[in-house]
């Protein structure tokens, strides 16, 4: 059985930081573009960043840049979201999904496999 299972969820405040993992199981990921999405109370899910699996880059929303970073342990089939400097509106749900073909990364269309999200609540 395929899975994606995201951990590190939690409540942090204003400022801090936390460091989200999305092991990957059932298959190989080495080759899939990962990416991370986030789902806010009441609003749709919307991209955080992707990891390209050739060598491509990592490229984020706007509403995170300079704060997020994602690194990948191929070897693992592990994804990381490093969030720092969080902020309350950074609430949300978090998901990992990997899809082999990039195209267009920051649609959630496409993406053949996902997680079952990990909550991150940031007080102020």
């Known amino acids: 059985q395929v899975q994606l299972q995201e951990s590190g969820g939690g409540l942090v405040q204003a400022g801090g930081s936390l460091r989200l993992s999305c092991a990957g199981s059932?298959?190989?990921?080495?080759?899939?573009?990962m990416g991370w999405f986030r789902q806010a109370p009441g609003k749709e899910r919307e991209f955080v960043g992707v990891?390209?699996?050739?060598?491509?880059?990592?490229f984020y929303a706007d509403s995170v840049k300079g704060r997020f970073t994602i690194s990948r342990d191929t070897g693992k089939d592990t994804l990381y979201l490093q969030m720092n400097s969080l902020k309350p509106e950074d609430t949300a749900v978090y998901y990992c999904?990997?899809?082999?073909?990039?195209?267009?990364?920051?649609?959630?269309?496409?993406?053949?496999?996902w997680g079952q999200g990990t909550q991150v609540t940031v007080s102020t």
């Open positions: 990891h390209i699996w050739n060598g491509r880059g990592t």
């Open positions: 999904a990997a899809k082999r073909y990039a195209g267009v990364y920051w649609s959630q269309q496409g993406y053949e496999y």
């Open positions: 059932g298959r190989t990921f080495s080759n899939y573009n």
